[in-house]
């Protein structure tokens, strides 16, 4: 009598004698290759966004106090 929860030696057998699957046709790899590539882009392309937005930060940071810096805009915060 087996009790819940044991398994069939078969069992295991059947869920390990399948073999390898079979190779993808030309089509699917082709589809596999596409996404790759697309899916490279556009991380590349969300990589250099968050690049570009950081870099235009600190450049207006280092920007805004020079450009604070300058006598015309210090008499102008002055008044």
Known sequence: MAE???VDEADVFLAFAQGPSPPRGPVRR???KAFFIFLAL???LLMLEAA???LWLL???K???WLLG???KEEE???
């Open 52 to 54: 570009y937005k950081l």
């Open 59 to 61: 450049l207006w940071a």
């Open 70 to 72: 300058t006598p015309q």
């Open 30 to 32: 082709a589809l596999d």
């Open 42 to 44: 556009f991380l590349t």
């Open 4 to 6: 819940e929860g044991d």
């Open 63 to 65: 920007l805004g106090d």
């Open 77 to 79: 915060l002055e008044l």
